[in-house]
């Protein structure tokens, strides 16, 4: 069975990208390059669907970016 994920990708101050699973708790990744963090991601993501016992079923709207004074 072939499941599909929405996965976040954000870049962190020392280069490296970070993927996110949002309907997987704890479901979080990290590596050099992007090639390199699917691999890990889908790693993760198996990982996760062997333990998770529910999975959200948000649907995905976007992503906004929004700046706040402080």
């Known amino acids: 069975m072939?499941?599909?994920f929405n996965v976040i990708i954000e870049r962190?101050?020392?280069g490296y990208y970070v993927a996110s699973v949002?309907?997987?708790?704890g479901c979080h990744?990290?590596?050099a390059s992007?090639?390199?963090?699917?691999?890990r991601t889908k790693e993760a993501?198996?990982?996760c669907l062997e333990v998770e016992e529910e999975i959200s079923?948000?649907?995905?709207?976007g992503v906004q970016r929004l700046a706040v004074t402080v």
Not at 22 to 25: A, D, E, H, R
Not at 34 to 39: K, S
Not at 57 to 61: G, K
């Open 34 to 39: 992007l090639d390199q963090l699917m691999e």
């Open 2 to 4: 072939v499941k599909s």
């Open 22 to 25: 949002p309907s997987l708790k």
């Open 12 to 14: 962190d101050e020392d």
């Open 45 to 47: 993501i198996a990982l």
């Open 29 to 31: 990744t990290q590596a």
């Open 57 to 61: 079923h948000n649907e995905f709207i």
